[in-house]
Nanobody, 126 residues
Framework: QARPVESGGGSVQTGGSLGLSCTGA????????FGWFRQAPGKEREGVAI???????TYADSVKGRFSISREKDKNTLYLQMNSVKPEDTAMYYC????????????????????WGQGTQVTVSS
């Protein structure tokens, strides 16, 4: 099974914006939940935002009001728009999928997701 590919990472100053993309490796039929996760050096991977096939979105408290997740079904692509970034947003960002069900708060954890990409690095300087 091919893996998705993340892109759009880079270096940005505090308060700036960055847009990430995740091109899906498979076309999914049925309910699903797509997610963005991140992992900073020395820290555990954590959830950033999720969106499901009914367009329900959930955000981590740390990014609410600043980040926006969206999807383009026809292009099988997932996006993460990052605004007002902070140094603590510095991390490797990954996309992944939880196939077969809609998103659920109880499943907003990396261990419930599969089909991970290689990640794209985001570095925010102060």
């Amino acid at each position: 099974q091919a893996r998705p590919v993340e892109s759009g990472g880079g270096s940005v100053q505090t308060g700036g914006s960055l847009g990430l993309s995740c091109t899906g490796a498979q076309y999914i039929v049925g309910p699903y939940c797509f997610g963005w996760f991140r992992q900073a050096p020395g820290k555990e991977r954590e959830g950033v935002a999720i969106i499901d096939s009914s367009d329900t979105r959930t955000y981590a408290d740390s990014v609410k009001g600043r980040f926006s997740i969206s999807r383009e079904k026809d292009k099988n692509t997932l996006y993460l728009q990052m605004n007002s970034v902070k140094p603590e947003d510095t991390a490797m960002y990954y996309c992944a999928a939880d196939v077969g069900r809609l998103c659920a708060a109880a499943r907003f954890r990396p261990r419930f997701f599969e089909n991970w990409g290689q990640g794209t690095q985001v570095t925010v300087s102060s």
